[in-house]
């Protein structure tokens, strides 16, 4: 199973809404997470099991899916909300992480 | 608090040894599965090992296979990374993550820089 994640690049105005897509090449289950990264951070988790949110993730942030494509939105973009997006799928046979590219959601 | 932070990183030859140690504290630390993730620089995120909390199950990325070893020492509450026959394309910072469930990284650490260069 490939994940691709798109766009590679993203141009968005503060105040105004972001979307991220990852698709799958076959059906898999919900366990599809997204993390944040800003420059010379480690990644920080958002979203878990596709649209649960980790502790202290604002609520502009939201996970959703539609069959083989997720989506992560981010509704009234922050100055702070300006980073690399990662979407991570789990297979648990045989165990194996896969990460999407990266979305780099940059300010237009 | 969690908290981990990698150690370990630095310069080594093409074909030579480094073990990475993770240290953690702010969780119960035999309770939760642990991994090491990897990014190149100016590079995605790479998935390399995991270990159970018990340490008796590990899994491997499929470009690590072989040549790394992660284990864990419940007791000193570390996570290791034993990377064995380094190569050009190891070069990366490598990050430990905790995993409360096994489906996602909760908690990263900073991270250590891995150099394999001659």
């Known amino acids: 199973i490939v994940m691709t994640q798109s766009p590679a690049t993203l141009s968005v105005s503060p105040g105004e809404r972001a979307t991220i897509s990852c698709r799958a090449t076959q059906s898999l289950s919900t366990f599809l997470a997204w993390y944040q990264q800003k420059p010379g951070q480690a990644p920080r988790l958002l979203i878990y099991?596709?649209?649960t949110r980790a502790t202290g993730v604002p609520a502009r942030f939201t996970g959703s899916a539609s069959g083989t494509d997720f989506t992560l939105t981010i509704s009234s973009l922050q100055s702070e909300d300006f980073a690399i997006y990662y979407c991570q799928r789990y297979d648990n046979w045989p165990l194996v992480y896969t990460f999407g590219q990266g979305t780099k959601l940059e300010i237009k | 608090e969690v908290q981990l932070l990698e150690s370990g990183g630095g310069l080594v030859q093409p074909g030579g040894s480094l073990r990475l140690s993770c240290a953690a504290s702010g969780f119960t630390f035999n309770s939760y599965a642990m991994s090491w993730v990897r990014q190149a620089p100016g590079k995605g995120l790479e998935w390399v090992s995991t270990i159970s909390g018990s340490g008796s199950n590990t899994y491997y990325g499929d470009s690590v296979k072989g040549h790394f070893t992660i284990s864990r020492d419940n007791s000193n509450n570390t996570l290791y990374l034993q990377m064995n026959s380094l190569r050009v394309e190891d070069t990366a910072v490598y990050y430990c993550a905790s995993q409360r469930a096994l489906y996602y990284f909760d908690y990263w650490g900073r991270g250590t820089l891995v150099t394999v260069s001659s």
């Open positions: 099991d596709t649209s």
